[in-house]
């Protein structure tokens, strides 16, 4: 009997512990208490912790990542240009969906509160065709407010450039042939509406996400 529960103890330390690394692993964006954007990209393990935070568009990396249960430590060096550079030292704690995050020398009082960036649904690939047949072929990817992809008319492939998105709402720029266009598109449930820009609305295709 004893064995049999410390069996089963052991199995739920480790699931516990499997679930907060599922848990802490993605990106988790907020801000500082003076305004700064904060981004932390994690990648976790049972004990050990990877990845970059980015301050106010400086990027570090994670160094000496450890996690213990729901709380994690970790270094960061920042560049301060001109050859000179510094170390801090920070620790967080998962709470549900959000992190709080602080600095060991300040503690407390230095509190950020990170969410996580959830995926987009725009995320994925759509297929539809124009009013005169061609078909048409969105691939995409978002990033935190970037869009990113490729696309496909007629069987001809095309880079998206200077994607944004807002909501549900998306802009890029792609080649049609040798022309630079503008496109403009909007999610709705299952399906994407894909407007050119120089057409409006008369020229709207209907996209379907591909399963």
Do not use: Y
Request: net charge neutral.
């Amino acid at each position: 009997m004893k064995r049999i529960l410390t069996s089963i103890t052991i199995a739920v330390v480790l699931a516990a512990a499997v679930h907060a690394q599922a848990k802490l692993t993605g990106k988790w964006a907020g801000e500082t208490k003076s305004g700064s954007p904060i981004v932390l990209d994690l990648k976790a393990t049972e004990t050990a912790l990877t990845g970059t935070l980015t301050v106010d568009g400086k990027p570090a990396t994670i160094d000496d990542g450890k996690v213990s249960k729901n709380r994690f430590t970790f270094n960061a060096t920042f560049d301060e240009g001109g050859g000179r550079s510094h170390t801090e030292g920070l620790t967080g704690e998962l709470a549900g969906d959000q992190i709080t995050m602080w600095l060991d020398q300040q503690g407390h009082s230095s509190d950020a509160v990170l969410k996580r960036v959830k995926q987009a649904a725009i995320t994925g690939k759509w297929q539809g065709e124009t009013r005169n047949g061609l078909q048409v072929v969105l691939d995409l990817t978002v990033t935190d407010t970037a869009l990113t992809g490729t696309l496909t008319r007629d069987g001809t492939p095309s880079t998206i450039r200077d994607g944004q998105v807002s909501r549900n709402a998306f802009t890029f720029k792609a080649m049609l042939g040798d022309q630079d266009e503008g496109f403009r598109g909007e999610l709705a449930g299952d399906q994407i509406t894909v407007t050119l820009d120089r057409q409006g609305p008369a020229g709207a295709v209907i996209l379907k996400r591909v399963k």
